[in-house]
Each structure stands twice: as C-alpha cells, then as structure tokens.
C-alpha cells in the first residue's frame, strides 16, 4: 500500500528515512505535488503572482488573464500561476496538482471550496460547492489578513 507523504507516494513498509537515505525526517509541506502545468502568455494588464488565479484569454491562442471579479456569467477559472510574470510576458500556469493559492481576508477552513474573489487574482472559500470552484483547501487561514493556503487545484466535476 503506498501514501502521500511530503510530496511523494510512500511505501508502507518504509520510512521516508529509509527511502531517502536519511536526508529527509518527512512532515512539512512547500513545493507543488502532482501537478499539470503549462506556459502561457499572461494577457493581463496587471502582473501575475504565483497563488493567483487566471481565466483562458478567449481572444488569444495559448494566453491567460487575471480572473476579474467574480460574475456567475464569466468563463470558468483555469488554473493557477506558478511563476510570476508582467504583462505580455510568459508565466508558468497549474491546471491541476497541489500548490499554495493566494486567499482574500476571508477565513479559510479545511474543505472549503475556492472561487474567484472581489479582489481580481485571488481566490475566496465557501463551503456551498456553487459551480465554478476551482479548487479545495487543505489547510487553513484566519480571517481578516490576506494569505496563502495549501490547496488542490483542478476540474471538481461535481460542480461545473
């Protein structure tokens, strides 16, 4: 039977001592598990951050824009930026995996499905599962200051 454990599948019947040669006690989190990722254009008249959340540019072949505020009737999110970038220059986008995302002053709650907030680029949680989620947290944040948190980023067919 294997595990996640820190970023990679454990065999049962070893400890993550024993699979690294000693150079890792294990625990912690950091760094993207089990991702899809893809370079694209950023569009944006904004620079992108890594934890911010991005649409497909509708109007240019391989390009994404910061997602604006929320509006039931825009496309749906697409992924999450990995590496920063300005304006017209190309940034590294998670489509599905494990990353940090960057959250609203909302308080974040494990399970809480993340959307897109009123604050274009960051992600805000409710724990309704409306259409349009793109993601889950895994870890948790108080309300009132803007932070990241450990989530999972991908399609949630359930949902949309």
Do not use: C, W
């Not at 820190?6 to 912690?28: H, L």
């Not at 990995?82 to 990353?99: A, D, F, K, R, S």
């Not at 309704?128 to 949630?156: C, D, E």
Request: proline share 7%.
């Amino acid at each position: 039977m294997r595990y996640i454990n820190k970023q990679r599948f454990v065999k049962a019947s070893q400890t993550i001592v024993e699979q690294t040669g000693g150079t890792d006690p294990g625990g912690g989190t950091g760094g993207e598990v089990g991702i899809s990722k893809i370079e694209m254009l950023n569009t944006s008249s904004i620079r992108l951050e890594a934890g911010h959340i991005v649409r497909l540019n509708e109007n240019q072949e391989n390009a994404v824009e910061a997602f604006p505020q929320y509006n039931p009737f825009q496309p749906h999110p697409f992924g999450i930026v990995l590496t920063p970038g300005n304006p017209n220059e190309l940034v590294q986008v998670m489509y599905g995996g494990i990353t940090d995302v960057q959250i609203d002053i909302a308080q974040v709650n494990i399970g809480d499905y993340l959307y897109n907030s009123s604050t274009p680029g960051l992600l805000t949680p409710s724990d309704g599962g409306f259409i349009g989620a793109i993601g889950r947290a895994l870890s948790a944040k108080p309300n009132g200051t803007s932070g990241a948190v450990r989530a999972i980023i991908g399609y949630l067919p359930h949902l949309g």
